[in-house]
Structure formats: C-alpha cells, structure tokens
C-alpha cells in the first residue's frame, strides 16, 4: 500500500501532536467520562454513507489468519467476494476494487512460531504466501493483498488509536476475564463451562460458543468505551435493515445488542504479548488484534483520509465478505470504532456459514479438513468455484464431499451445459451466421408458442440474476444462471430442429441466444469456462462491451458466431480423479 508524500507528510504532523497529547491524558475514569459526555454524535454517527457516493465500488474479504494453513472455507469467502467484484465489473464498473490479505498479529500468531521454532516474522512471511498462492490459484482478481505487518497499515493503526484518545474513548482499567487466545477475544463467566481435552483427558475451560479453550486473565490495559455506543448502534440497525446480509442474522444482533455493552479491552501487556502494534506513548501495552486487524479495510482505502478525498479509493465499503463466527467484530466492534471517529459506516456486511463434513464442523483437531489446493488440483478452479458458489453456506452451513462435486459436474457441465454446447453446434453444422443473420434481418419464421414462451423467459433471465446479485446473493444468481440451461435443453428437446429445417432457424438461434447469454453472465462465477463457451461462440472478445452485462440481453448482438471452426475441444470433458 503506497502512501502519497503529502498524506504521509500530514499523518506524521497529526502523529506527533496527539502523541504530544497523549503523554498529558488523565486517565482518571471521572476525567474520561467528563470529555466522553461533551461528545456529541456528528457526520456519520448512525447512517452509511450514501448509495450514490462516487467512489468505486469496493468489496473486502476477511483477512486470514496465518497461525495455520489455508482450508476450503477461507477459499470460499474468496470465490463469493471475488464474484461479487467480478460481478460490478461486468456491469461496466471497471474500477470496482478487491481487498484480501493476511492478519499477522495476536497472540496465537505469537504461540505457533514459537511452537515451529521460528522467528515470528519469517512464520508469518511463511504462511502469507501460502494465502497469496491460494489468491492466484482461485484466479482471485483482487487489487491488493494486504498485511497487518506492513507498514502503511501499522501507521494507520497508530492514526486511528491516537484519534480515539484524542476523543476519549481510550481509558485505562483493570480486566479481568476468560482470554480465549483462538479466538482472539474475552468472554464474561456466563459463556464459558467446563470440559474435557479430548487428547489430554485434563479438565479445561472452553467457550460455550465456539468451544475453545479460554484462560483466566487478570492484567490493566486500556479499554474502548464500547457502552457509549449501545443505542446509537440500535438505531443505525434500525435504519440500515440490510446492513448485514441475510437478514436472518439480524434480530440476533439486535437482540444481542439491546441486551447490553460492556466496555472492551484494546490492549495487552507487553509481557503477556509482544507480537504486535505498540500503545502510541505507551510501549507497556500492545494493541488488540482485532482493533488492528479491522482497520486493514481503511488502510486499502487510504486512511487517514486527505480532506475532500474520503472516497477516492472506495471506502466505505459496499461489502465486507465474512464467516458468521465473526460477526460481533464486524457488527458491533467494528461500526462502534467508525462511530467514535465519525467515519462512514461499512454498506453491507454479508455473512456465510461454515463448511462441514458429515454434517460436523470441519476442525484440525479431527482431520476433517479439506485442502483447498488439492481440491483445485484434482477438479479444476472453475469446478470448484461453481461447485463453492452453487452450494455454498448462505445462511446455513453446507456439507461439503468430493462426490457431490462430481455429481453436479456431471450433471450441471458436463451432461447440461457442455453437451447443450455440443449439440446445438452439431445441429448448426458449426455454422451459426446463417441463424444470426436471420434474426438481425427479421427473417426467423413465425414463433410457436413453445418458441414464444422460450423468448419470454431467456428475455427476464438476466435481470432476475442481477437483483439476485444486488441483494448479495451470489447462490440464486447461480442457479438461476443454470436454469438458463436447464430449460433451454428441454426446449431443445422438445422443440426438435433436426425435424423441421424451416422452423430450425428460431430454435437454433433462440438456443445460441441462450448460450450466449449464460455465457456472459456466467464470467464473474466462472470466468476460464464462460471464456471458452463465448470463444466458442465466436463472441468478440476484443471489444469487452461485447462480453458485458449491457448486451447480455435477447437480440443484444448479431455480430457473434463468425468463422465458427469445428473443434474436438470438449467445455467440460468426464472428470479423471484419483480417489
């Protein structure tokens, strides 16, 4: 991430002063509570920025953490926000912008290094790459690969801590609390219990809610005051319905947070853990994980902001991608942090669930975890994209098994939209002209009601996958995408071209408009294969207009189709895998 010299120049000027201040804050609680009572909520306190602002179009997914190897559901949120970018590109939103990266902080990053015997940072260079291979082999079109190490993100960090105090939502206390150091976060008594290790057998502490182990933890740091925000939290829900996608996650948020806020702890002592940003003024104290890593989406936009420049680089974010094991950080924490510095609100925040084997939760501890590399090896990275999007966790979780990818290759590609291909080429001779031609000139003979009926539906087709991609919804998109298919064989069935040469000439080009249609609108879910389908089409792929959703519309072009050559080259040949 590239800092301009003129907004590094001012970051360090503001740095300097609040540093200046910070050495004169009392951190007395009465001290604080009399500055916090004098704030008043302006600018962006409880609304997102508006839908209209100019600025590109930005999704983010969750940066990963590198304390372990990549698994299928980090692979997934990748597929579903680089879909949704690819998605705004085809719309013609050429500057939409992809965030990924890697979170490098924290104390669990802290204990594997020390667990392989490595120095942290070369741990953490270690596996970040792992995460950008991942990137490239998903055929991820993102903008920049973020770092929590790098140190554009480390002076954001520092800004935006320094503008809190400034604020007075910084004050120093003593906490107590079970530390889950997995995830990263407190949790009061009443959500933990007791439990056995299942490969100790010793008796442990764990949270109730992700069964992790947690530790009893007495130390001062600092804390946010995370209470001040309980109502005007309430009320941005209130107003922003679809601010977390599905809304089904919704009334548990709002009933979590109606049930009370409890200021949070934003830093650790130094000698508890060392891996990480230090306290600006206070090298005792290092900053919470969460509050640094969540500050990475601002840091791609360029924060700290110029003045008139907020938007330039996309924030606020249309979407942040995340797993539903991290909501509270994205929902609560992390609009409460916005709030306190007047800083426009995330759009949309949409959540999936987990990936399973065997109707049980994928986990390391029981081997039941699926290799993402392995999986694009063996099946192909378009397979595995639509096989992620088509069945993935959109609310629920989804079971994941090599034979239901086999299973809806074949029937989806393989037999639907691959043998569709095949046959209306062999049907057309490999000569399509002739067909195009016709419809451009109007010489297609009268419609049936079985042609009409067709025309009709690959005619609304498109725009019912596009509100399904406006409402965050990359699944239906998919599948009403396959229904394309799906239909247009059993018109081509039942339409039967082979019998009738006069009336061929609808059938055949209603069949090409429906390829060519699900072809473009197939680009940001499966962009190497709808590539091959439209080249196979002869689609001009030098002009992009002619691959974007503008034209993905019946009659939208008669130029295609020229200089069809016969190829042996099968869309999507029977699947050769090694159990």
Not at 216 to 232: G, P
Not at 283 to 307: C, H, M, R, S
Not at 431 to 451: C, F, K, M, T
């Amino acid at each position: 991430m590239e800092t301009t010299k003129g907004r590094f120049s001012a970051f360090l000027r503001a740095s300097k002063y609040l540093s200046r201040r910070s050495l004169s804050w009392n951190f007395s609680s009465c001290g604080y509570a009399r500055h916090v009572s004098a704030i008043r909520p302006r600018g962006f306190a409880t609304v997102a920025a508006p839908e209209d602002a100019k600025k590109p179009y930005y999704v983010t997914t969750p940066i990963f953490y590198v304390n372990a190897a990549p698994h299928v559901g980090h692979l997934y949120s990748m597929v579903v926000a680089d879909t949704l970018k690819r998605w705004q590109v085809l719309l013609g939103n050429e500057d939409a912008q992809l965030l990924t990266g890697t979170d490098e902080h924290g104390m669990k990053i802290q204990r594997a290094a020390l667990a392989a015997g490595m120095d942290t940072q070369a741990f953490c260079d270690m596996n970040c790459q792992t995460f950008k291979d991942l990137a490239k082999a998903a055929n991820l079109n993102h903008n920049h690969f973020i770092r929590t190490t790098d140190t554009a993100h480390k002076d954001a960090v520092r800004y935006f801590w320094e503008m809190l105090q400034h604020r007075g939502y910084i004050y120093t206390s003593k906490h107590e609390g079970w530390y889950s150091v997995s995830d990263e976060t407190f949790f009061p008594q009443s959500a933990v219990q007791s439990a056995l290790d299942p490969a100790t057998g010793r008796k442990i502490m764990v949270s109730v809610e992700t069964g992790k182990e947690v530790e009893w933890s007495s130390e001062t740091n600092y804390h946010f005051r995370l209470s001040a925000f309980q109502d005007r939290l309430l009320q941005f829900y209130k107003e922003n319905e679809t601010f977390l996608r599905p809304t089904t996650y919704m009334p548990e948020l709002i009933k979590s947070v109606s049930s009370g806020l409890q200021d949070l702890s934003v830093s650790r002592p130094v000698e508890r853990l060392t891996w990480g940003i230090r306290v600006p003024g206070d090298e005792t104290q290092t900053i919470y994980v969460w509050l640094d890593a969540l500050i990475n989406y601002l840091t791609k936009a360029g924060y700290p902001f110029p003045p008139g420049q907020e938007h330039r680089l996309g924030w606020p974010a249309d979407v942040h991608v995340i797993g539903k094991d991290i909501i509270r950080f994205h929902c609560v924490y992390w609009p409460a942090f916005l709030m306190a510095l007047d800083l426009p609100l995330p759009r949309h925040v949409l959540v999936h669930g987990h990936w399973t084997m065997n109707r049980e939760k994928m986990s390391k501890s029981t081997g039941n975890v699926v290799n993402p590399f392995f999986a694009i090896d063996r099946f192909g990275v378009d397979t595995m994209r639509f096989f992620l999007t088509y069945q993935g966790p959109v609310g629920d979780d989804s079971d994941y098994d090599n034979e239901f990818i086999i299973r809806d290759y074949k029937k989806l590609l393989q037999w639907g939209l691959g043998n569709l291909a095949g046959r209306i080429m062999g049907v057309a001779k490999w000569d399509l002209r002739p067909y195009i031609e016709a419809a451009a000139a109007g010489n297609l003979p009268n419609a049936s009601s079985l042609d009409s009926a067709h025309q009709a539906f690959i005619e609304t087709a498109p725009q019912k996958v596009a509100d399904h991609m406006d409402n965050l919804n990359p699944k239906a998109a998919i599948r009403e995408i396959m229904g394309i298919i799906e239909k247009t064989q059993k018109y081509f069935h039942q339409a039967e071209p082979w019998k009738d040469r006069d009336q061929a000439h609808r059938i055949i080009y209603n069949v090409c408009e429906s390829l060519r249609i699900a072809g473009i609108l197939l680009q940001p879910f499966m962009p190497e294969k709808s590539a091959e389908l439209l080249d196979l089409l002869r689609v001009d792929a030098a002009h992009r207009s002619k691959r974007s959703f503008s034209v993905a519309s019946y009659g939208g072009d008669y130029e295609y189709g020229k200089d069809v050559e016969k190829s042996k080259k099968i869309l999507f040949p029977p699947l050769i895998v090694e159990d």
